[in-house]
C-alpha cells in the first residue's frame, strides 16, 4: 500500500459498491493502527459517523469505515500514532529529526485537544 490517501476519497464505485482499493486501504489503516504501542485490544473509530469519539475492535473499526467512509480530512492518522514526519523526508530520503521533533509535538498536542474535547472538533 503506497502512502498516498487518494483512496480515502474513493469509498465506493459508480456502482456504490465499496472499492477493493478502498478495501485495501482499510487493512492498510487497521494493521497499522493497531501496531502502535498504545493500541490495546479498541481504538478510535476514525470513521465519519463516530469521529474518534467511539472505539472499537478490528473488525468493528473496519466495517464502520467501509460503510461510513473516514471522517473528513483524516489523511494524517495522528489520533492514531501517525506524524507528518511519517511521510516527509528531506532530499536526501532521510527522515530529518528536527521536523520528526516538531511534528511528534504538534501530533501529541492535537491529541491532547481532542481527548479533551472529545473529539469533537472538526479541526482535523
Not at 476519497?9 to 482499493?21: A, I, Q, Y
Not at 469519539?53 to 464502520?64: L, Q
Not at 501529541?108 to 472538526?122: F, K, P, T, W
Request: with cysteine.
Amino acid at each position: 500500500m503506497v502512502d498516498n490517501r487518494s483512496w480515502i476519497d474513493h469509498r465506493v464505485d459508480d456502482s456504490g459498491f465499496v472499492t477493493d482499493e478502498f478495501k485495501e486501504g482499510v487493512q492498510f489503516f487497521v494493521r497499522f493502527a493497531f501496531s502502535r504501542p498504545r493500541a490495546k485490544s479498541e481504538i478510535k473509530c476514525p470513521c465519519l459517523k463516530c469521529k474518534c469519539r467511539k472505539w472499537g475492535n478490528p473488525e468493528v473499526v473496519s466495517v464502520h469505515l467501509c460503510k461510513h467512509g473516514f471522517m473528513n480530512n483524516y489523511y494524517t492518522w495522528y489520533v492514531h500514532g501517525e506524524t507528518s514526519s511519517n511521510t516527509v523526508r528531506n532530499f536526501e530520503g532521510e527522515s530529518s529529526n528536527m521536523e520528526f521533533v516538531r511534528n511528534e509535538i504538534g501530533a501529541l498536542y492535537n491529541e491532547m485537544v481532542v481527548d479533551a474535547m472529545g473529539a469533537q472538533s472538526e479541526y482535523n
